[in-house]
């Protein structure tokens, strides 16, 4: 990358380019805006060849559970379901099925030892 970055995602697209949504911002290729700004979010790389952002903070600090993919083929972003429960800090694992598992993370109450299927 151009410069240095934090807080940030990093997914490797189907056609091997990789998509990095937030942190510090540089020379890239312009795409689609979110719905949501968003910080310490997920994305995972779906069977589907789509990205999955999901979680995080908004600028406020306010968790959220709201959920995106984006579709690198038409650069866009379409709202998906939501979480049940607001994260940000977690981690998101793609499994073997094609799932995402989301775990632990942080929401205004605290420290999460929940976890969830997308």
């Not at 995972?44 to 995080?56: F, K, Q, R, Y």
């Not at 083929?73 to 989301?102: E, Q, Y």
């Amino acid at each position: 990358m151009s410069v240095a970055r934090f807080w940030h995602t990093a997914s490797t697209l189907a056609n091997g380019l990789v998509l990095v949504t937030s942190g510090s911002n540089g020379t890239w290729t312009t795409t689609g805006s979110m719905s949501d700004a968003r910080q310490y979010h997920t994305a995972s790389t779906l069977a589907n060849g789509s990205v999955l952002v999901a979680g995080g903070a908004d600028s406020y600090g306010n968790r959220l559970n709201s959920a995106e993919l984006y579709n690198p083929s038409t650069g866009t972003w379409i709202t998906t379901a939501n979480m049940s429960t607001a994260r940000a800090d977690h981690t998101a694992t793609t499994l073997a099925n094609g799932k995402v598992l989301f775990t632990g993370g942080l929401n205004k109450d605290g420290y999460l030892n929940s976890s969830e299927l997308y």
